[in-house]
């Protein structure tokens, strides 16, 4: 069975730093593009940070400087490195990727969660 399998959350306090890790599980050809996504309590879900197969990034304001997204091929495993991290970053983080079973087909999966919480 396919799936993303994430770790890496906890409690941290401000000004910290934590390391998310999201690694695709199962029969897997290769890992196309795979980003990072938050949703805090009554907030919508939102894109924290992307990157492509030609390692290129993208990342949200709030989080730029301090979010590093990173990713290795051989381990299909996708990173986010989070510093400086401030209260209002507390959200349960959810990664996101398009796997490829085999070299023809495909489809973006869901990690299950991880929650992260930024409180002294």
């Known amino acids: 069975q396919v799936q993303l399998v994430e770790s890496g959350g906890g409690l941290v306090q401000p000004g910290g730093s934590l390391r998310l890790s999201c690694a695709a599980s199962g029969t897997i050809f290769s890992v196309g593009a795979g980003g990072w996504y938050r949703q805090a309590p009554g907030k919508q879900r939102e894109l924290v940070a992307e990157?492509?197969?030609?390692?290129?990034?993208y990342y949200a304001e709030s989080v730029k400087g301090r979010f590093t997204i990173s990713r290795d091929n051989a381990k299909k495993t996708v990173y986010l490195q989070m510093n400086s991290l401030k209260p209002e970053d507390s959200a349960v983080y959810y990664c996101?990727?398009?796997?490829?079973?085999?070299?023809?087909?495909?489809?973006?999966?869901w990690g299950q969660g991880t929650q992260v919480t930024v409180s002294s």
């Open positions: 990157i492509f197969t030609g390692g290129s990034t």
């Open positions: 996101n990727a398009n796997l490829r079973p085999t070299a023809l087909t495909s489809g973006w999966y």
